[in-house]
C-alpha cells in the first residue's frame, strides 16, 4: 500500500550505508503485508551519530538496524539493552520509545543461527568445533550465538593475535594468529569468516580447507559479491556453504516484527532481494 502520513517509519543507519539491502528486504514485506509503513537509509558519519540518535528520542522514528561503523555505539546510547547486545558489546536494532527511552537490541546472531540452519541444516552447532576468523564486533556477535548454541570448541584467529587473545579469554575461546590458520582449522565443523576479507575490492580470502572434519560449513558474512572466492573454494571441496545474504535476512525478521508489530509475510524475499545484487 502507499504509505499514509499515519505510517510506521523506520530504517538503518551507517556510513556507508547506500550498500546496504535492507531496504530492498524490509520494502518487499511491507508491500506484501499491506503495512502502512517506510523503512529508509540513513547515512550518518560517526562525528554526527550520536546527535543523530538523540534526536530522535521521542518515537519520531519506529527504530533503526544499525551498520558499520555505529552498532558499538549504539549500545553505549541505549537507556537499556537485551541480553545479546550486552554479551556482543553492540547493537544492530535500536527502538525508539514514545517517553524518549531508546532501547538495544543484538538480532545478528540470531540471523547466523539461522542462515546455518537454512543453508547447512544437517549440520549440528552444538558441541561443534567452530573457526571464527576476525576480532572485531560481527566476530563477538557470532561467537556470543554459537556459544548460546552450545558450540563447544571456539578458535579466534585474527592477524593481530593480541586482539583474538582478549576475544577469547572474554568467551573461554582459544586465540591463532594468522600464521597459526592451519592448526586452527585442523577438525573443525565449521568456519566462519567475519572479516571483510573477500569483499568487493579487497584483497580475496584464501584459506587451506582440507584440515576440516568431514561434512563441515564455510560460512562468509559477505553478501558483496554473494558467491565470495572462499565460498566457491568450499563448495568445490564438497563443504556446505552458508551466505551473507542468508544471515541478513535471518537478522531482517525479528527487526521488521519489533518495528512494524507483526512477522514478515512469507514470500520468497531472497529472491526479491537478490534482483538487487
Request: zero cysteines; charged letters at 15%; hydrophobic letters at 45%.
Given at each position: 500500500m502507499t504509505p499514509t502520513g499515519a505510517a510506521v517509519v523506520a530504517g538503518v543507519v551507517g556510513a556507508p550505508v547506500a550498500h546496504s539491502l535492507s531496504p530492498r528486504i524490509h520494502t518487499a514485506w511491507?508491500?506484501?503485508?499491506g503495512v502502512d509503513g517506510v523503512y529508509a537509509p540513513f547515512e550518518v558519519v560517526p562525528g554526527r551519530f550520536d546527535a543523530f540518535i538523540e534526536g530522535l528520542r521521542g518515537g519520531a522514528l519506529?527504530?533503526?538496524?544499525?551498520?558499520a561503523p555505529h552498532k558499538a555505539r549504539s549500545l553505549a546510547l541505549a537507556d537499556v539493552a537485551d541480553p545479546a547486545a550486552q554479551e556482543a558489546g553492540a547493537a544492530n536494532l535500536l527502538l525508539f520509545g514514545a517517553d524518549g527511552r531508546v532501547e538495544a537490541r543484538n538480532t545478528d546472531g540470531l540471523g547466523l543461527l539461522e542462515a546455518f540452519a537454512e543453508q547447512a541444516p544437517?549440520?549440528?552447532l552444538k558441541g561443534a568445533r567452530v573457526v571464527i576468523l576476525g576480532a572485531g564486533g560481527a566476530a563477538r556477535s557470532a561467537?556470543?550465538?554459537?556459544?548460546?548454541?552450545?558450540?563447544a570448541d571456539l578458535r579466534v584467529v585474527n592477524r593481530t593475535l593480541t586482539r583474538a587473545e582478549a576475544l577469547a579469554a572474554e568467551l573461554n575461546a582459544t586465540a591463532f594468529g594468522w600464521p597459526d590458520m592451519g592448526a586452527a582449522l585442523r577438525g573443525a565443523n565449521a568456519v566462519?569468516?567475519?572479516?571483510p576479507l573477500g569483499r568487493g575490492g579487497d584483497a580475496p580470502l584464501d584459506l587451506a580447507l582440507e584440515g576440516l572434519a568431514p561434512g563441515a560449513a564455510a560460512m562468509d558474512m559477505v553478501y558483496r559479491p554473494l558467491r565470495t572466492r572462499f565460498l566457491v573454494e568450499a563448495e568445490r571441496r564438497g563443504l556446505h556453504t552458508v551466505d551473507g545474504l542468508a544471515m541478513l535476512i535471518g537478522q531482517a525478521r525479528p527487526s521488521f516484527d519489533a518495528f512494524y508489530?507483526?512477522?514478515?509475510?512469507r514470500i520468497d524475499i531472497r529472491a526479491a532481494a537478490l534482483e538487487a545484487l
Open positions: 511491507l508491500h506484501a503485508a519506529r527504530g533503526l538496524n544499525v551498520t544437517s549440520l549440528s561467537a556470543v550465538a554459537l556459544r548460546r548454541a552450545g558450540a566462519i569468516n567475519a572479516t508489530g507483526r512477522p514478515p509475510p
